[in-house]
């Protein structure tokens, strides 16, 4: 399987985002549902272009951000996606997915991914 959607179109990007953790965890995401962050949103839909957008898949290294935290915000891009598009109310995706112990660093990588 490809990550990108067409390899014979070299211009066109992939649907999918690479994100990589501060411990080198790789986290392959829908663009979709990863513009749930304004910062990655903005990177991708820029006029500019960034580095990490060129080649086959947008691919960004979060030296900030270590995997167990980077688990929960891709569980939260998902979570998002499927309750946007809903009109049913969404269940309490924190008492879901985040443990206490891991709130303060959550936070502070939210911040940084602005979603």
Request: hydrophobic share 35%.
């Amino acid at each position: 399987m490809s990550l990108s959607d067409d390899e014979e179109t070299p211009n066109k990007q992939s649907k999918y985002v690479k994100l990589i953790s501060q411990d080198g965890f790789e986290f392959i995401v829908e663009k979709e549902c990863a513009c749930a962050s304004g910062f990655i949103n903005r990177l991708i839909h820029s006029a500019t272009k960034w580095e990490e957008t060129q080649g086959p898949i947008t691919t960004l290294h979060l030296k900030n951000i270590k995997s167990d935290i980077l688990e929960i915000i891709v569980k939260y891009f998902y979570f998002k996606n499927k309750y946007d598009k809903s009109e049913e109310d969404p269940p309490d995706f924190g008492a879901m997915h985040v443990p206490p112990n891991k709130v303060v660093q959550l936070l502070m990588a939210a911040h940084y991914l602005d979603c």
